[in-house]
Each structure stands twice: as structure tokens, then as C-alpha cells.
């Protein structure tokens, strides 16, 4: 029974993690460019 539990929480997690990552990209918020251009390699779409 512990392990359904466990299993639930994290599968609660990881949806809410994609959800996080989804909404970002569609703001137009790239969570892997922090708009450093220099660690964003070929990449970068930073407009400053």
C-alpha cells in the first residue's frame, strides 16, 4: 500500500514539473537560457 502511495506522489510531482516547464515555454520563458548568451550555446534567443 506504501509503495501506491509513494508512486502516486511522484507521478503528482513529475506532472506538476512538465506543467510548470509547458507553461513556461508557451509565456515565452526558457528555463534552460537565462538569457546569459554565453552559456546558451547555438541557442540563444535573447533579444536585450
Known amino acids: ?3 501506491i502511495i509513494v ?3 511522484l507521478i503528482a510531482i513529475i506532472a506538476a514539473v512538465i506543467f510548470s516547464m ?3 515555454k ?4 526558457h528555463s534552460a ?3 546569459g548568451c ?3 550555446g547555438k ?4 533579444n536585450n
Open 43 to 46: 541557442n540563444c534567443h535573447c
Open 38 to 40: 554565453s552559456s546558451c
Open 33 to 35: 537560457c537565462s538569457c
Open 1 to 3: 500500500m506504501g509503495t
Open 26 to 29: 508557451r509565456s515565452g520563458k
Open 22 to 24: 509547458i507553461k513556461s
Open 7 to 9: 508512486s502516486i506522489i
